[in-house]
C-alpha cells in the first residue's frame, strides 16, 4: 500500500529535550516535506526537499533542522524543543515536475512540548 | 495581503443542501488549484485538481476556477454528513514544487 508513514503518532516531551519524528514514504517520490498546523494559521512549510542531500527552508524553519540521506525517509530533528513548537506536525511527499500536483500527507505527530 | 484567503467557517448545512467553499489568491503565478479534504485527526488527502480555468466535475464535487477574478470555488450536491471535514484549498506555481496552502474551512453537515 502506498503511504506515508510518520513516529511517534503523539509525544509529550519537556523544553530543551532533543527529539526526531520520523517520515517515510515508499513511492519512490522525489519531493518531501515537513508542515506544522495550528489552529487559526493552517499548514505552514518547515522544510522540503527536493532530492537525495537537497533540503531546503520553508516558510517557518526556526528551531527545527532535517536530513535527506535515503530518498524514502526525510526525518525532522528539534534540537532543543519550546512550547512554541507544540503542534501538529505533518510529513508529506509527492514526484517532482510539472505534472506532479498531489501531494500524499502522512497520518500527523501532535507534539506536546512542556 | 495573504498569498491564499480563506474563510475558516465553521460553516454548517443541513444534509442534502449544496456546499460552495471559496478562496482567493493574490499571486498570478498560480496555475494549478487543488482542494484538500482533512478528517478530524487525520492528514489533508486530495480531492479534487484542476489547471485552468473553468469547471472540473466529479461525481458530487465541482471545482471551478476563475483566473480572471482569482478566485476558486468547490461546489458539493447533495452533500452527506460524511462530507463534514476541513477543506482546505491549495494553489502550486508553474515550475515549482511546493504547494501554498489556504487555512481550510470547517465544514458540518447536519443530519
Known amino acids: 500500500e502506498a503511504q506515508v508513514t510518520q513516529n ?9 529535550k532533543k527529539l526526531t519524528v ?19 494559521l493552517g499548514l505552514r512549510q518547515i522544510y522540503y526537499s527536493m532530492n537525495v542531500e537537497v533540503t531546503d527552508k520553508g516558510d517557518v524553519p526556526e528551531g527545527y533542522k532535517v536530513s535527506r540521506k535515503e530518498k524514502r525517509n526525510f526525518p525532522l530533528i528539534l534540537e532543543s524543543p519550546s512550547p512554541n513548537q ?15 500536483y498531489e501531494q500524499y500527507f502522512g497520518p500527523g505527530t501532535r507534539l506536546t512540548v512542556t | 495581503q495573504k498569498e491564499v484567503e ?17 478562496c482567493t489568491y493574490s499571486n498570478s503565478a498560480f496555475q494549478y488549484f487543488m ?5 478530524s485527526r487525520k492528514g489533508p488527502e486530495l480531492l479534487m485538481y ?19 477574478s482569482k478566485y476558486i470555488s468547490l461546489f ?11 477543506y482546505l484549498c491549495a494553489m502550486r506555481r508553474r515550475g515549482a514544487d511546493g504547494l501554498t496552502f489556504g487555512k481550510g474551512t470547517h465544514l458540518i453537515i447536519q443530519p
Not at chain 1, 9 to 15: A, E, K
Not at chain 2, 6 to 22: F, M, R, T
Not at chain 2, 35 to 39: G, L, N
Open chain 1, 8 to 16: 511517534p503518532r503523539y509525544l509529550i516531551t519537556v523544553t530543551g
Open chain 1, 22 to 40: 520520523t517520515c517515510s514514504q515508499n513511492m519512490n517520490h522525489e519531493y518531501m516535506s515537513w508542515y506544522r498546523q495550528d489552529p487559526g
Open chain 1, 86 to 100: 507544540t503542534s501538529l506536525y505533518f510529513c508529506a511527499s509527492s514526484f517532482k515536475g510539472q505534472g506532479a
Open chain 2, 6 to 22: 480563506q474563510d475558516p467557517g465553521p460553516l454548517s448545512v443541513p444534509e442534502g443542501a449544496i456546499v460552495s467553499l471559496n
Open chain 2, 35 to 39: 482542494w484538500y479534504r482533512q478528517y
Open chain 2, 50 to 68: 484542476t489547471y485552468s480555468s473553468g469547471n472540473k466535475e466529479d461525481g458530487r464535487f465541482t471545482a471551478q476556477v476563475d483566473k480572471s
Open chain 2, 76 to 86: 458539493i450536491r447533495d452533500s452527506q454528513p460524511s462530507d463534514s471535514a476541513t
